[in-house]
């Protein structure tokens, strides 16, 4: 069975706007995210083999685009606050550079995981309240915990080549090849580097 790309919008459109929405909580950018996402799901359609698979797919394009959109923003709003190390006395702060770009990257990671890590990580709870709120046994969120982390580390790592101290601290970094996402960041909350170490 071969799809086309009007059936899949007849279909799926309101999906991957749930979706987009949900990742950017703002209409009008939605909105003009599913144009984006619809156009790379016409160029892309021909590679889906199996039809009962296509929305993975979907959300793999609409996924990437919303990266992509904050990778964007990161550009344009560039905003470097260094700050003095207490070690080296040196005024560049690699943890608050890189902290500040994954905080974009983890609005990218698929709800479930994106949710235990923002509750643990950014909001501080304790691991128990985690899995209380999301209704999973404490080894259930520890293991969504864990696999967030890994997935942004993955994703710094695919980036940067990040240098560590012993505490786990970023001490230098630079970007692979045209890879230059890690060192534009924009203002955003702070996520802890030392975490994605190991």
């Known amino acids: 069975m071969n799809l086309s790309t009007e059936q899949v919008w007849k279909d799926f459109r309101s999906q991957v706007r749930r979706f987009l929405l949900h990742r950017v909580r703002d209409e009008a950018l939605?909105?003009?995210?599913?144009?984006?996402?619809?156009?790379?799901?016409?160029?892309g359609l021909g590679s889906?083999?199996?039809?009962?698979?296509?929305?993975?797919?979907?959300?793999?394009?609409?996924?990437?685009?919303?990266?992509?959109?904050?990778?964007?923003e990161s550009l344009n709003n560039k905003i470097l606050r260094p700050i003095p190390s207490k070690e080296t006395g040196s005024t560049h702060n690699y943890n608050q550079e890189l902290g500040q770009?994954?905080?974009?990257?983890?609005?990218?990671?698929?709800?479930?995981?994106?949710?235990?890590?923002e509750l643990a990580e950014i909001e501080g709870r304790k691991q128990r309240d985690v899995?209380?709120?999301?209704?999973?046994?404490?080894?259930?969120?520890?293991?969504?915990?864990q696999r967030a982390r890994a997935m942004l580390r993955k994703s710094l790592l695919d980036c940067c080549e990040v240098e560590f101290d012993r505490r786990g601290n970023a001490v230098n970094y630079r970007a692979h090849g045209e890879c230059d996402d890690c060192s534009t960041v924009p203002a955003e909350s702070l996520l802890p580097v030392s975490q994605l170490k190991h």
């Open 30 to 43: 939605a909105d003009d995210l599913l144009q984006e996402t619809f156009i790379r799901i016409h160029r």
């Open 101 to 117: 770009w994954l905080s974009v990257v983890v609005r990218t990671l698929p709800d479930k995981y994106r949710r235990a890590f």
């Open 131 to 145: 899995a209380a709120e999301l209704g999973l046994s404490l080894s259930g969120a520890k293991s969504r915990i």
């Open 48 to 72: 889906v083999r199996d039809p009962s698979r296509i929305m993975p797919w979907l959300s793999s394009v609409a996924r990437n685009v919303v990266t992509d959109h904050y990778r964007r």
